[in-house]
């Protein structure tokens, strides 16, 4: 009889338990990722950021006691694939949050299945600006990537500055993030040097094999200057092709390219065949003039360990900081409870290796920039590099 | 708009017709006589690609590695070509079209994830041979020599095939087989060893041709599919079947996608399938097919 009573009053003390001991387990992180094609230049660092960032988290005792745990999924870079790996990763691993997506054209199309199924969905490189926009703009949708606004933006103010500017040109892929940058930059151009004219739009598809008949339409209207968003692997393919053809140097290497083609992750596969001279951006330089904090030095030293690379990612702190973002915002919430953790994150001010930034409560967007300068050669480094990198950000609030 | 960049426009247009011939004319050539429609032809034209930058990357030091490469990669996707005929597409001959259409499209799907697996989801990239990485001067514009290299293979290439199927006796035979096989069957001919011999040539071009384009785009997953469709737009406008009619497809596909992008810049890609569409309208077999029994 008094086992009885005992046995019911354990019962009873085990349902009035709180319920998240219950649901223990390792916090999962869905993340759809381009792991093939020609973005995966960048998705596969920004993964690999992702994944040093969990496992500095838990060897440091985790989130509310639970360990995390990164589920990773090749988007291939295609819209479809990214909203299928993303459902699976929700109905079928039961995955707490996502983060992930690389292109415009992914980032959208996962964030209508975060807005369905409630889960926080962070984006560390999307750009396009309809992605937070007020008619796609929901509680669960966070970006820690620039947008194209401040990007083009950005353009045109570095290329205001050039001399002898009279007939600029533009060469970008042909989806939402080309179109919305060439536009934003249109527009702060005309604002800033109303006297330039647009001499010629190029628009090839994005993973375009031969930029060839693209190139030689654009020398063929004699531009001064050109405003190019072909990134990663396309950017790639796209020098190898356009240096032969002598296209940086009809253009005296006048070139700004806001497709992050500054970063390593770019200029170590093109090694010598880099177009040196032209503008380019990069989210982390990762070579730096002067010393950098000591809290970035060692984030540098053990990502080129993390990634068995003598120097690392440019990349790579995209990944690093979402996962920073989003542990921050549970840390903040107490709980994993996505409603609550979208919540905590209106203006949210996370920490990154190079300084903080704040999740904008309105629209959910970090505005962050990007650093910029000219790509040269050094000495010391067997790929370009960007000379006296300085960052941008001529938009500090979007939308 | 200057001459010498229309000229320019005209020479890329022809690089990527030269490409597309080497690759489309296997695709048609086979179509022609066995009656397959080898989806796997666009794998084949990637495994030779990747073949190439492995040879290069064992080879590299050595004076003249890429060509060394080039030819043992064409010769890597012959063996394979002859493999898959022997072992596999031949079982499906008598069999309904269907059949074969299955199988080549298991084989693109398995040779993609065998190239995966080998060399991973990266973009590989080789540089062109040291003897054609000049450019020259004509007319204004700059013309690399590798393109110009290209070019030129072209109308070999063709000329060359044309020579073996109307000129030898082994072309006879492929035509005679072509036309009515039971009948060539019944006179005693190996029709088989005539189609395993048909496979593995247009195998040995594909490869050929995936090498051979290495230095100029990058070898990456995918590529297998967005060359097979444009192979599949080029036999459809120049017939299938035809060997001139894939020459001359493959020029006009080239030259539209080039001038396309100068006269209406953003719908390039469209105006190669609305011609496609135009001519299958006024000609329902191609420019120079005919209708397929």
């Known amino acids: 009889m008094i086992r009885r009573h005992v046995l019911a009053l354990a019962c009873a003390a085990g349902a009035l338990l709180p319920f998240h001991a219950s649901a223990a387990g390792p916090i999962k992180i869905g993340f759809p990722i381009p792991l093939s094609g020609p973005t995966a230049v960048y998705g596969v660092p920004i993964l690999k950021g992702a994944e040093m960032a969990v496992q500095d988290i838990n060897a440091a005792g985790g989130v509310l006691g639970r360990k995390l745990e990164l589920l990773p999924r090749d988007s291939k870079g295609n819209p479809d694939e990214a909203v299928r790996v993303s459902r699976e990763l929700i109905f079928k691993d039961n995955v707490d949050f996502l983060i992930g997506t690389l292109t415009s054209a992914e980032a959208p199309a996962v964030s209508t299945i975060a807005k369905e199924n409630h889960i926080v969905f962070i984006a560390p490189s999307a750009e396009t600006v309809r992605l937070t926009a007020p008619e796609n703009l929901h509680p669960y949708i966070f970006r820690t990537a620039t947008t194209t606004a401040i990007e083009g933006a950005a353009g045109a103010v570095i290329m205001a500055k050039w001399p002898d500017l009279k007939r600029i040109a533009t060469i970008a892929p042909d989806y939402a993030y080309g179109r919305d940058a060439v536009a934003a930059f249109l527009a702060e ?211 | 708009m200057a001459a010498s960049f229309l000229f320019s426009q005209f020479i890329s247009g022809l690089t990527t017709a030269m490409f597309l011939f080497l690759i489309a004319s296997g695709l048609s050539l086979v179509f022609g006589v066995m009656r397959v429609l080898n989806f796997a032809h666009g794998s084949f034209y990637m495994i030779g690609a990747y073949l190439a930058w492995q040879a290069v990357h064992w080879l590299s030091p050595l004076v003249g590695a890429f060509w060394v490469a080039a030819l043992a990669a064409a010769l890597g996707v012959a063996l394979l070509g002859g493999i898959v005929e022997r072992l596999l597409l031949r079982h499906l001959y008598g069999r309904d079209e269907l059949y074969q259409l299955l199988l080549t499209y298991a084989l693109v799907l398995i040779l993609a994830d065998a190239a995966k697996f080998t060399w991973g989801t990266g973009q590989l990239s080789v540089s062109p041979p040291a003897l054609l990485a000049g450019s020259v001067k004509l007319f204004g514009t700059t013309l690399p020599h590798y393109n110009l290299f290209i070019i030129v293979l072209g109308p070999l290439i063709a000329i060359g095939g044309w020579l073996a199927l109307y000129r030898t006796g082994l072309g006879r035979m492929m035509r005679a087989a072509a036309y009515d096989r039971e009948m060539l069957d019944a006179l005693g001919a190996d029709v088989g060893g005539l189609y395993t011999t048909m496979f593995v040539a247009s195998a040995f071009l594909a490869g050929l041709a995936g090498a051979l384009v290495s230095p100029l785009e990058s070898v990456v997953p995918g590529m297998d599919v967005q060359i097979i469709v444009q192979a599949f737009i080029v036999v459809v406008i120049g017939g299938l079947g035809s060997f001139w009619g894939t020459f001359w497809g493959s020029l006009i596909y080239g030259e539209v996608l080039a001038f396309g992008i100068l006269i209406v810049p953003g719908f390039s890609l469209f105006s190669v399938f609305a011609l496609m569409a135009v001519i299958l309208i006024l000609r329902p077999w191609g420019l120079f097919g005919r209708p397929i029994r």
């Open chain 1, 189 to 399: 151009m005309k604002k800033l040097r109303p006297d330039v004219q647009v001499v010629d739009q190029q628009w090839p598809k994005l993973g375009e094999p031969d930029f060839t008949p693209f190139i030689t339409a654009q020398m063929s209207k004699r531009p001064d200057a050109v405003f190019c968003e072909i990134f990663a692997g396309d950017f790639i393919t796209f020098a190898k092709q356009a240096g032969p053809l002598g296209y940086f140097k009809a253009i005296h290497n006048r070139l700004a390219d806001g497709g992050q083609v500054g970063s390593i992750d770019t200029a170590i596969p093109l090694g010598a065949d880099y177009p040196y001279g032209i503008w380019a951006d990069a989210y982390d330089p990762v070579v730096w003039p002067t010393q950098k904090s000591a809290e970035y030095q060692a984030y540098e030293r053990n990502l080129a360990h993390f990634m068995k690379s003598k120097y690392g990612s440019g990349w790579a702190i995209q990944g690093y900081a979402s996962v920073q973002a989003l542990v921050d915002a549970i840390q903040k919430a107490g709980t994993t409870n996505d409603e609550k953790v979208a919540k905590a994150m209106l203006g949210l001010t996370y920490q990154t290796p190079l300084g903080p930034h704040t999740f904008d409560p309105l629209t959910h967007e970090s505005n962050t920039g990007d650093f910029w300068g000219e790509m040269v050669k050094d000495p010391a480094y067997p790929f370009a590099v960007i000379k006296d990198p300085t960052y941008y950000n001529p938009m500090p609030a979007t939308n």
